[in-house]
């Protein structure tokens, strides 16, 4: 599954639903569009608790996710790096059938971001 991200001609852009605003638009609406698809490949490192998984962007790793105790976090690029998102979903250590795509989406949305951000995407 790949993220949607739409970029401003300002540096704007939105990945997923999420809007970043350049400084010129902190209060203004931009104007133009361009539209790419940017993957990010998620590959489940354990089944049982807690759900967790790396992300990848191509070859490279770029993020770690890991539902425990009820807290959803994304670090990038790895164990241990930057808090992308924080969150508390239902599921303890896993989960909840209905929310799992919801929150797998926001952690890709939150990577591109900073991969934007970074100049690497």
Sequence with gaps: ????????PCGCFFAGRDLHRCEAHEEKE????????IEIRLEKTCSAYPESYD?????????????????????????GGDLLLEGSPNGFGAFDDDEREEWLDKAKAAIVARLIKDGRA
């Design 30 to 37: 931009p104007e133009g569009i361009e539209t790419k698809e």
């Design 55 to 79: 992300a990848f962007f191509g070859t490279e790793q770029v993020g770690y996710l890991r539902l425990r105790w009820g807290d959803f976090t994304v670090e990038f690029p790895d164990v």
């Design 1 to 8: 599954m790949s993220v949607s991200v739409v970029t401003l």
